[in-house]
């Protein structure tokens, strides 16, 4: 037996590289120190490696190993903090978790050309989500659905005793939306549509979807199959809008940048990268708050191919020859549950930020991902995306060389200096500056 009491199947399959496996039941079963050991074995790591393994910082392992399955540690990622921001006269930091350099510097210098004309203006829909139910051999679909209709009410109540906290508040299951598809599969989708207010809604939402299911199906003579949310959040909406001034950036960008709009636009390969450029930032926070950037990302890039894919943000020159930059995205966040407050650092990044709710967050986040395309269209349109982004790569090229305090620097310097930004230039300014000393 294993130090956790599990069986011994943990030692046999790690005795040579031969019988080397990952087919193993009850991994989850053993305790952290001896998932840790097998993967050692397995993978071959060396006591240094496991020694940085066992390294968890401010996230416990303990809560680590109950918020997911089979953890054998936690993961560090830089968190900085993007200032600048000024949203609807408000001064806000920014809390940004993210591997990629630049984002953040990007971020925060954007921020600070919207501030010369008063920042970001910035709002959100009400938080509605919308719950999908799919029905399958409904012998005849047309009337099931006026059926349907009729005990609208009658589920719709149903559903709201799901959640008695959204039902004070006077949210919760709001309407009903039925659909039936003849071509090219027989079916009929069911929408529950639900203001879920400062959460981001999933767990509610399926818990409704999965109440209501057998009266769906015994009301429409079908056989119910999926009951889950959907993360296209074409109801829950945040807008933000901002003015960067000619006689900062130049009229030659502000052109530039509206031609570079333009282009993504019309070609999908230009605004599949755009999008991307703004989910680096609006991720960032979600990241740093732990709220839920896959569905953010499902979300955006659904709701920009849902009338042919196109950019999220768009630019436009107002009458006195300025750039106007808005953004409309989907976004669907939430201020309570989940591990935004049980994780420490998570709860101090949403404190840093001080929204008061979800539908705040959301304009919040809006206004992030505009000035990030912003500050990525500005960069490509004049000095081109390399030159800053490559700069400030060049302290983590020094680093994994090996370069350590003021090496990192001197590395830099050089690298920057001599317009060379490799590992192969850095290994060598890194043994030039070993090898004075």
Not at 253 to 278: F, L, W
Not at 411 to 437: G, T
Request: proline share 3%.
């Amino acid at each position: 037996m294993c130090s956790s009491g599990s069986p011994t199947f943990f030692y046999n399959v790690s005795i040579s590289t031969s019988m080397k496996t990952s087919d193993v039941s009850g991994f989850y079963k053993l305790s952290v120190d001896d998932r840790i050991q097998f993967v050692k074995e397995f993978s071959d790591l060396t006591d240094d490696e496991v020694s940085i393994l066992k390294k968890n910082g401010s996230l416990p392992i303990e809560k680590a190993d109950k918020i997911i399955e089979n953890v054998i540690t936690t993961i560090e990622m830089p968190m900085g903090i993007a200032v600048n921001f000024r949203i609807n006269d408000r001064d806000y930091l920014i809390p940004m978790a993210i591997e990629e350099p630049s984002v953040v510097a990007a971020a925060s210098n954007a921020a600070k050309v919207a501030r010369k004309r008063g920042g970001f203006r910035a709002f959100a829909t009400e938080p509605i989500m919308i719950g999908e139910i799919q029905v399958l051999d409904v012998p005849a679909p047309y009337s099931a659905k006026i059926a349907l209709l009729e005990s609208k009410q009658k589920i719709l109540d149903m559903a709201n005793t799901r959640s008695k906290t959204l039902s004070s508040m006077n949210a919760g299951a709001r309407d009903l939306e039925v659909e039936i598809f003849e071509y090219p599969y027989r079916m009929m989708i069911v929408h529950l549509i639900v203001d879920v207010r400062d959460a981001m809604g999933a767990n509610v939402i399926n818990s409704m979807c999965e109440y209501v299911a057998p009266e769906i199906a015994r009301i429409t003579g079908g056989r119910v199959n999926l009951r889950i949310l959907s993360n296209l959040t074409k109801n829950r909406i945040a807008y933000a809008s901002a003015v960067f001034p000619k006689e900062i950036i130049g009229e030659e960008a502000v052109d530039s940048i509206i031609e570079a709009y333009h282009m993504a636009a019309i070609d999908i390969y230009r605004a599949a990268t755009n999008n991307k450029g703004i989910m680096n930032g609006v991720d960032a926070v979600l990241i740093a708050t732990m709220n839920d950037w896959r569905s953010a990302e499902a979300n955006a890039h659904s709701y920009a191919a849902m009338y042919g894919y196109g950019p999220l943000a768009r630019y436009e020159k107002d009458a006195n020859g300025d750039l106007v930059g808005s953004i409309e995205i989907p976004m669907a966040v939430g201020t309570i549950g989940g591990t935004t407050r049980s994780i420490e650092k998570a709860r101090i990044a949403m404190k840093i930020l001080g929204v008061k709710d979800a539908k705040e967050f959301s304009g919040v986040l809006a206004a992030v991902g505009l000035a990030q395309n912003f500050a990525a269209l500005r960069a490509l349109a004049t000095e081109g995306i390399q030159r800053g982004h490559m700069e400030l790569h060049s302290r983590n090229i020094a680093m994994s060389v090996g370069a350590v305090g003021d090496e990192i620097d001197k590395v830099v310097s050089r690298m920057i200096e001599e317009k060379n930004i490799s590992m192969a230039n850095a290994q060598k300014i890194l043994q030039e500056i070993r090898n004075k000393n």
